[in-house]
């Protein structure tokens, strides 16, 4: 369950003004990640690219959207992304965990695709049917199942006064998701 409220404030002027609002780019660091770069694109309302990339070999990308059927009715909203991830693992339970020797490096691969396809019953309430799909590949890592497929269906529903699905500057948002899992490996 998620909710957000918005409260309206002053719409300040970009500090580069070559660049439109439509494109972030943020700077990061982190022990584990390094030095990095996550960054957004927002081709439109309907197709937006997400990003992150580090000094350490973290890879995120993905895109998100959305479209709307005849009449407005209803509403489609997709995304997806591509991560590779070097981490560590120590083991399992406080014992090993607290054994720096037990250290090992290992690179997770994770593919997600999700979809979800609202109906609007009111201006401000939606609710449907939602898919997904979630496949992940454990590299370098001595466990038994290093391969993972998981299908995921279920029902969505959205709650939403915000002024803009975009860019809100004011209003609330509530989502609540019910989900099932099947492993497909």
């Known amino acids: 369950i998620q909710v ?11 500090f580069i003004q070559r660049f439109s609002a439509n494109f972030d780019v ?3 660091y982190s022990n584990e990640m390094g030095i990095g770069v996550a960054f957004s694109y927002m081709f439109s309302q309907k197709l937006g690219l997400i990003g992150n990339i580090s000094s350490n070999g973290y890879l995120l990308l993905g895109a998100q959207g959305a479209a709307a059927g005849k009449n407005r ?13 070097p981490s560590y693992f120590w083991g399992l339970g406080y014992s090993d965990a607290n054994n720096p020797s037990n250290k090992t490096r290992f690179n997770r691969k994770k593919l997600l695709l999700y979809s979800d396809a609202l109906y609007n019953f009111t201006p401000h309430f939606k609710f449907g049917p939602s898919l997904g ?9 001595d466990i038994p199942d290093r391969l993972s497929s998981v299908l995921e269906y279920g029902l969505y529903a959205v709650l939403d006064y915000r ?10 948002y509530a ?3 019910q989900r099932n899992y099947t ?3």
Do not use: C, M
């Open 163 to 172: 002024d803009s699905g975009i860019s809100p500057s004011q209003g609330v």
């Open 133 to 141: 799909y979630t496949w992940v590949e454990w590299k370098d890592l």
């Open 175 to 177: 989502a609540a998701r």
């Open 73 to 85: 009715k209803w509403e489609f909203n997709y995304s997806g992304y591509y991560n590779y991830s």
């Open 26 to 28: 943020v700077p990061h």
């Open 4 to 14: 957000i409220t918005v409260k309206r404030t002053p719409k300040k002027e970009p």
């Open 183 to 185: 492993n497909l490996s």
